[in-house]
């Protein structure tokens, strides 16, 4: 998937959600992680080419729902597929 395909998927999806998975993914491909020069590196080529995503994240980042996890949750904690189980059932609920 290109940044193309990332910004379409980004600029459809709540703010929270974008704010709370690129701080999930920063927080699990840190800089001793094998892939995080990689993976790190497509999220800062996403935000630098696309104006809307920086500006989405620092509105998701004001939201309750982030609030909510940030108090309850680690990251770190927190498997992909529970993440977003959790985040996905709490956005909806």
């Known amino acids: 998937m290109g940044s193309a395909d990332s910004f379409t998927l980004i600029d459809e ?7 709370l998975i690129f701080t999930w993914i920063r927080s699990h491909y840190g800089p001793s992680h094998p892939a995080s020069d990689a993976v790190i590196g497509r999220l800062l080529a996403i935000s630098d080419r696309y104006t809307a995503v920086p500006k989405k994240m620092k509105e998701g980042q004001a939201d309750p729902v982030v609030a909510w996890f940030e108090e309850s949750y680690s990251y770190k904690d927190l498997g992909s597929k529970e993440f977003i189980e959790l985040i996905i059932e709490k956005l909806e609920g």
């Open 13 to 19: 999806a709540d703010p929270a959600l974008v704010y």
